[in-house]
């Protein structure tokens, strides 16, 4: 049977045309949710999520802000600037996007932003409420987006045994911790493998889903994966490719065409697991303009 290919442009167009029903209901209410994106330095592909990250927000009429900084500025200047936007009351997301040029540590940057104001569920604070479950944390967006993906096209995780390829921050823990809550959406049975596993196909062959976040172009092949498979497939690589516009391609870290022939569902790049980051970050910058004006409606 042919795979199900999951859109995560279609699901991810439904939920925003939910937030803004949302948003246009509080801006009624006098509340208008903003966010305000930092990015440092030129990286390419930073450039485009940023980018995507404003046109979202004018979509949903979420009052956003872009600051955009040279490579060569200092942490001192980036920390001051965030002490600012957490006590800028306009403002309830502050997202700064990684990574970050080498001179300024990410650690330092991610602890110096409102726990309350991380619609990015990368502070401290937020990531152990989410390891344990707690109900008032931003979820971080990616593994969010692909919690969401999993629901929304049918694909409920619970007591499936669920793959992980890679252990960043970013994707690999997070969903892992996101994925095994006893909840819905969740309950599932994780596995996580990485660079340094052993007899990795023995894992991947077994699993029911595999969440693909190691950022290796075409990594998972169709020989890795079990005959009715779902594949979340996280990488965004771009890879040179002649034919292609601009002498460059978009690959994820699974091969579609051989792993299409026996999942149940997979999700393609782009238009899979990367507008639903977008479309997650929008669902937490309206969850934190709600708490902050405990909006009930
Ligand atoms: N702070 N840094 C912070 N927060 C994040 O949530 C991110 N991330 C990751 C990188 N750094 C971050 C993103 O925004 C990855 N990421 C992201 C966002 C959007 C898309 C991919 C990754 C996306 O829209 N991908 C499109 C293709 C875009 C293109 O043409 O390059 C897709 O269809 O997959």
Not at 127 to 150: F, N, R, S
Not at 215 to 225: A, E
């Amino acid at each position: 049977m042919a795979a199900q290919i999951i859109s995560g442009n279609e699901v991810a167009k439904s939920i925003r045309a939910e937030l803004k029903d949302e948003v246009s209901r509080m801006k009624a209410g006098g509340i208008t949710p903003g966010l305000v994106v930092i990015i440092v330095g030129e990286d390419a592909a930073s450039q485009v999520y940023v980018r995507k990250k404003g046109e979202a927000c004018q979509e949903l009429g979420i009052n956003s802000e872009t600051i955009r900084l040279p490579a060569d500025t200092k942490e001192a200047e980036l920390l001051a600037l965030i002490d600012k936007y957490n006590a800028d009351e306009k403002f309830d997301g502050i997202l700064v996007q990684l990574p970050l040029p080498k001179h300024i540590s990410e650690e330092k940057v991610l602890l110096r932003i409102d726990p309350g104001k991380d619609v990015d569920g990368f502070h401290p604070v937020n990531v152990g409420k989410m390891v344990i479950g707690a109900a008032d944390c931003y979820l971080p967006c990616t593994p969010h987006g692909v919690q969401e993906l999993l629901m929304r096209s049918g694909n409920d995780p619970k007591g499936k045994h669920v793959v992980v390829l890679g252990r960043s921050n970013i994707v690999g823990k997070p969903i892992t911790n996101i994925l095994l809550q006893k909840a819905p959406g969740a309950d599932a049975t994780v596995t996580i493998c990485h660079s340094r596993t052993k007899d990795l196909k023995e894992f991947t062959l077994r699993a029911d889903i595999i969440v693909a976040a190691m950022g290796v172009p075409n990594f998972l092949k169709g020989d890795m994966v079990k005959d009715g498979v779902v594949i979340m497939d996280v990488g965004v690589n771009r890879i040179s490719d002649p034919t292609a516009k601009g002498g460059c391609r978009l690959v994820g870290d699974v091969d579609f065409e051989s792993v299409k022939e026996k999942a149940k569902a997979i999700t393609p790049v782009p238009g899979g697991v990367g507008p639903m980051t977008i479309t997650m970050l929008m669902k937490n910058t309206v969850k934190a303009a709600k708490i902050h004006h405990d909006w009930k409606g």
